[in-house]
């Protein structure tokens, strides 16, 4: 790691000491912008952290020692997020440095996020080398509309019937939802990468 130039850079430095020394820790690999070197100093840090078999709850449960750690700082906000994928956690620091991280085990479940790049860390079992493999043959799974949320039809009702009250900041909320949580996975898309992978003539049509 080169002399760090942005907040993010900084807590790669630390994640990657804190990484070097915990023997449950099995890889630390970076995605996002670091990794393509486009941080700036309003990136975050995105990170997988890699248990060992049979460890990853022992991790899990030090995440927010961990984002002390690496933020430099007590984290001021933090929070999980069960409905991306479990063994997820994001926290700020005072000045809006996040670390957006991910615990797996063994080896890193393959992702979208990880098809743009990705960097080394800590690496103790060639975690890094079975990813890129894996990725050669990774597919996204085609977004199930119906699991995802059968009520659609009811819930533009309920827009409508908003609409027909007047309630139009009601209306542009669940416009921007419906955009965002149905319309945009069933192009294959999602909302952080959707202006890179559904081109223009898409874009305007949604605006």
């Not at 995605?31 to 990853?56: C, K, N, Q, T």
């Not at 002390?68 to 700082?73: A, D, N, P, Q």
């Not at 059968?150 to 819930?155: C, E, I, P, V, Y």
Request: charged content about 25%.
């Amino acid at each position: 790691m080169t002399s760090a130039s942005t907040p993010a850079h900084r807590m790669a430095e630390r994640a990657t000491g804190w990484a070097q020394v915990h023997d449950a820790v099995r890889a630390a690999i970076v995605y996002g912008s670091l990794a393509h070197d486009r941080a700036d100093a309003w990136s975050d840090l995105d990170l997988v952290v890699v248990a060992e078999p049979g460890r990853r709850d022992e991790l899990w449960a030090q995440r927010a020692q961990f984002a002390e750690v690496v933020l430099g700082s007590a984290p001021v906000w933090s929070q999980e997020l069960p409905w991306q994928r479990p063994y997820r956690y994001q926290a700020w620091d005072a000045d809006g440095a996040e670390l957006d991280l991910t615990i797996d085990e063994e080896q890193v479940e393959p992702a979208s996020v990880h098809t743009r790049g990705i960097r080394v860390l800590v690496d103790r079992a060639g975690v890094a080398d079975v990813l890129i493999a894996a990725l050669v043959q990774w597919r996204a799974p085609e977004f199930d509309a119906a699991g995802h949320d059968g009520g659609t039809w009811a819930w533009l009702l309920w827009l409508h019937g908003r609409l027909r009250h007047g309630e139009r900041w009601a209306v542009r909320y669940g416009l921007h939802d419906t955009l965002t949580n149905r319309v945009i996975p069933l192009l294959g898309s999602a909302v952080h990468s959707a202006h890179r992978e559904l081109g223009d003539e898409v874009i305007d049509r949604l605006n």
